[in-house]
């Protein structure tokens, strides 16, 4: 249950502020977004490995190529959604223990 606003003494426009879930959810994002390194690694590593047995030396060097572009593709968008959400949660937690809200009809920033 939200707080009345010490102001207008409702809390029918009251909301939480949440910066730390805003900064949570961008943090986490990059965080998991820079998998895509180890991610185009293990791409390469595996489309090369099958692009030799295919195809000799050219076929490894363009196993390879498309291995890491894959590799890095799922692992980035896997990576930074999954850290998206988990420092969305750590930020919403966060926000809710600082307890700052604000009244949307008056303007007011209070602590409850």
């Not at 805003?22 to 977004?33: I, L, P, R, Y």
């Amino acid at each position: 249950m939200l707080p009345k606003c010490p102001k207008c003494g409702s809390n029918e426009y009251v909301v939480l502020v949440r910066k730390a879930e805003k900064v949570g959810t961008a943090v986490g994002g990059v965080a998991g977004g820079t998998a895509a390194v180890a991610g185009a690694t293990a791409g390469a590593e595996a489309g090369a490995a099958a692009g030799a047995i295919i195809g000799g030396p050219i076929g490894a060097a363009i196993g390879g190529t498309i291995g890491s572009i894959a590799g890095a593709t799922i692992v980035f968008l896997g990576g930074a959604t999954t850290g998206s959400v988990i420092g969305k949660k750590i930020g919403k937690v966060l926000d809710e223990s600082f307890g700052v809200y604000r009244c949307n009809k008056c303007g007011l920033v209070f602590e409850a």
